[in-house]
């Protein structure tokens, strides 16, 4: 059926006026989504525990610090705190745990968290790119701390490069990160020489215009390495944005590309017995967004363990 983790508290994360990451984003795919057979689950606060299994306290107490009793307290050109942004964002944390829990209990095979603000550009100690803390990395701490399991996978689809996760699990031997993204691109990491402290980190920069052929024989080529790691839970950080209709990117991919590519994933994941856990990170193309969602989650749908 796959589960679907989401809470209006995401809408209390306001960006200035005529930022891309707005607050219509969720609805854009909670309203492609809303004639599917999904199991609807509220996403829970995160407990502050959570956020500390990737970022320290004293990052924690600055985010909440900085939040504004109105209007907005920029943390740098491109991301900046409202009032309800820290609820936002631990319910985003706390949506993604609670699927890792759910789909490792058996509940589902898969889910997917639809909550913002996105999560794979924060680093240890620095908010940026739209993103506040490590949502996804700090699920696949949970997976791996809190469960026990020993092998994990981290597969990142965003057109820009999850440097925040990468540096979240660059020392983790247990979790595998594997990211295609534009390049030359925001960030600016994530060259294919960036392999992790015990290479468990693969990069596959694309090139501007690069469309969905390439992108899924670069995904083929990720997934055998994927495969050889026989992953117990496979997370996805599924951004949108490489879409073609994009406007903060340029490559070309369609919403069949975005499914093909879940499909494949989930034929890895299959082989491994492994659940699947996506969360929401970019798009800001409203229309190409929700088609592209989607198409994800149609893919995830027909997925069994």
Same mark, same amino acid.
């Given at each position: 059926?796959?589960?679907?983790?989401? #809470?209006?508290?995401?809408?209390?994360?306001? @960006?200035?006026?005529?930022?891309?990451? !707005?607050?219509?984003?969720?609805?854009?795919?909670?309203?492609?989504?809303?004639?599917?057979?999904? &199991?609807?689950?509220?996403?829970?606060?995160?407990?502050?525990?959570?956020?500390?299994?990737?970022?320290? /306290?004293?990052?924690?107490?600055?985010?909440?610090?900085?939040?504004?009793? +109105?209007? $907005?307290?920029?943390?740098?050109? &491109?991301?900046?705190?409202?009032? %309800?942004?820290?609820?936002?964002?631990?319910?985003? =944390?706390?949506?993604?745990?609670?699927?890792?829990?759910?789909?490792?209990?058996? !509940?589902?095979?898969?889910?997917?968290?639809?909550?913002?603000?996105?999560?794979?550009?924060?680093?240890? /100690?620095?908010?940026?790119?739209?993103?506040?803390?490590?949502?996804?990395?700090?699920?696949?701490?949970?997976?791996?701390?809190?469960?026990?399991?020993?092998? =994990?996978?981290?597969?990142?689809?965003?057109?820009? #490069?999850?440097?925040?996760?990468?540096? *979240?699990? $660059?020392?983790?031997?247990?979790?595998?990160?594997?990211?295609?993204? !534009?390049?030359?691109?925001?960030?600016?990491?994530?060259?294919?020489?960036?392999? %992790?402290?015990?290479?468990?980190? =693969? @990069?596959?920069? *694309?090139?501007?215009?690069?469309?969905? +052929?390439?992108?899924?024989?670069? $995904?083929?080529?990720? *997934?055998?390495? =994927?495969?050889? /790691?026989?992953?117990?839970?496979?997370?996805?950080?599924?951004?949108?944005?490489? #879409?073609?209709? &994009?406007?903060?990117?340029?490559? @070309? $991919?369609?919403?069949?590309?975005?499914?093909?590519?879940?499909?494949?994933?989930?034929?890895?994941?299959?082989?491994?017995?492994?659940?699947?856990?996506?969360?929401?990170?970019?798009?800001?193309?409203? %229309?190409? *967004?929700?088609?592209?969602?989607?198409? #994800?989650?149609?893919?995830?749908?027909?997925?069994?363990?």
């Amino acid at each position: 059926m796959t589960l679907l983790y989401t #809470h209006d508290a995401a809408d209390g994360h306001v @960006n200035p006026p005529g930022h891309p990451e !707005q607050v219509p984003r969720r609805r854009a795919v909670l309203d492609a989504l809303a004639d599917l057979d999904l &199991d609807r689950r509220s996403a829970p606060l995160a407990a502050a525990s959570e956020v500390l299994r990737c970022h320290p /306290q004293t990052y924690l107490d600055r985010i909440a610090a900085a939040v504004p009793a +109105e209007g $907005w307290t920029a943390l740098d050109g &491109d991301t900046t705190l409202s009032p %309800g942004s820290l609820e936002a964002a631990m319910r985003a =944390v706390g949506g993604a745990c609670a699927a890792v829990d759910a789909v490792l209990d058996g !509940q589902d095979d898969t889910a997917f968290v639809v909550m913002r603000p996105p999560g794979h550009h924060a680093e240890t /100690q620095m908010a940026m790119g739209f993103c506040l803390f490590g949502t996804v990395a700090i699920a696949a701490r949970r997976a791996l701390d809190h469960h026990g399991l020993s092998r =994990v996978a981290v597969l990142d689809f965003d057109v820009h #490069h999850g440097n925040g996760t990468q540096d *979240l699990l $660059w020392n983790e031997p247990r979790a595998l990160f594997a990211s295609t993204h !534009q390049m030359p691109l925001f960030p600016g990491s994530g060259a294919a020489s960036e392999t %992790g402290a015990h290479g468990q980190i =693969v @990069n596959r920069p *694309l090139r501007p215009g690069t469309g969905g +052929e390439a992108a899924r024989a670069a $995904w083929d080529d990720i *997934l055998r390495r =994927v495969a050889a /790691q026989d992953p117990e839970l496979i997370l996805i950080s599924a951004g949108f944005d490489a #879409h073609a209709d &994009d406007p903060l990117a340029n490559l @070309n $991919w369609r919403s069949a590309d975005f499914a093909a590519i879940t499909r494949a994933i989930c034929e890895t994941a299959a082989a491994s017995g492994a659940r699947v856990v996506s969360s929401l990170e970019g798009g800001y193309d409203l %229309g190409a *967004l929700g088609r592209s969602a989607r198409a #994800h989650v149609e893919a995830l749908m027909e997925y069994r363990a």
